[in-house]
């Protein structure tokens, strides 16, 4: 029986309160689908207590407890180098008894040792959730130069003196390096994902080796009563009137999600008065590990200079909340500066939310259908970020929200989108891609 050895360092923990990130999530979906497909056996080695789903064979590793969603920059770097240590020992001894198979690694940072495993005789599928240093690129060095440039530049360091990089750097360049070397295939959530890698590693990337791979959404099990219930308490409790205009975001609370950057937009508009009589703005989500705590702090700053807008944080939502939340939406905003795909924009179209989002790598292939944001037809919009990015969420805001049955219309549209974007096509492309590697 061939065997698919699933390495996702963040599985392992209870999602519906368990701040992880889009990743872990995935992890957690595709290990569920993967257990209930025939033809091949399943293994999946994590950090977490729990097992990602009933009857999985399941190795918990490095062993010991984390709590991960509260590590700082540097913690976090000692945790993957632990989980790497400890992956790369256990897939070696296997290999070493004779195991056969593919190895799907869901995180690269926090992955094995690519070139240990390659060595010892595993072929190697990355799952890309996170370009690790586009993300670097875009947050810490603010987009001033190119993904290609900085690759380039630690090219030419790495031979010379690459034992001088600090080792949290090493976890971004050397991993992301030794994982587009070694991985017989990768799996990205977005075409214009893989034309950035592709500039980033012109020697090392094959032609072939990229599999591009939108996840879609999963269908929650809910109780649609208790769903309805559960909204008129939050209409009631958030004091949302037939007249109120419901603004959603739903992430993690971190930098790269630009939520601030929303809270300016709104700002502005305030001053401009462009904005209707009742606005709330509903910021679904909670502080992410390393640096989301301080920007959780930054944006309740943020929102307390907003006169006019009604701005509440609820904190992390899962389950019945999430679909009330979504019922008593009017648009779905998602203003990240980076993101790889976005799961929740997919969220927000099934439970029939028009979506307005910046122009980033995932929602670029989330909309890639024609009509996608036309006027008449679209079920959302996209903003560039180029120049202004505070400006142009402002101004195409003022568009939206000016249209109220215009609005409702897209929201329809958004829900019949949503239909269509299935995880578990795309949990049985990943699984198909990589068992093609067993020999």
Known sequence: MRELIFVASHVGYPMDRTPLGGGATVGVQLARAWAQMEGFTLTVLGSGPLPPAPGVTYVRLPGQD???????????????????????????????????????????????????????????????????????????????????????????????????VPDVLKLVFEKQRQAVKHSKKLVLPSRAMVETLRKCYK???????????????????????????????????????????????????????GIHLLIEALERLEKSGGLPEDVVLLICGEAAFMSGASYERKLRKLAARLKKVRTFFPGYVAGVDKKAFFEVADLFLSPSVHDSYGLTVVEALQAGLPVLASDHHGVQEIFAVDGAVDPKTGFGRTVSY?????????????????????????????GRAGAAMSFSSAARRVADSALELIE
């Not at 909204?231 to 992430?251: C, D, I, P």
């Not at 142009?392 to 003022?398: D, G, I, K, M, S």
């Open 66 to 164: 984390y709590d991960l969603v509260k590590l700082s920059e540097l913690a976090y770097a000692k945790f993957c180098r632990r989980f790497e240590a400890a992956t790369t020992a256990w897939l070696r001894e296997r290999r070493a008894a004779g195991g056969v198979g593919v190895v799907v690694v869901n995180d690269i940072s926090e992955g094995p040792d690519f070139s240990a495993l390659a060595e010892a005789g595993w072929p190697i599928v990355s799952i890309w959730h996170v370009d690790v240093v586009d993300y670097f690129n875009k947050m810490y060095l603010k987009g001033l130069v190119s993904p290609e440039r900085v690759t380039g530049a630690f090219e030419k360091i790495r031979p010379i003196a690459g034992w001088a």
């Open 203 to 257: 020697p090392i990337v094959g032609e072939g080796a990229s599999v591009v791979v939108p996840w879609g959404g999963w269908g929650e099990s809910v109780d649609e009563g208790e769903v309805r219930a559960r909204a008129e308490t939050f209409r009631a409790h958030y004091q949302l009137g037939a007249g109120t205009r419901v603004l959603m975001t739903l992430s993690r609370l971190s930098p790269e999600k």
């Open 386 to 414: 180029a120049k202004d990015p505070a400006g142009a969420l402002a101004a195409e805001l003022v568009r939206l929200l000016a249209d109220p049955a215009g609005l409702s219309a897209m929201g329809e549209r958004a």
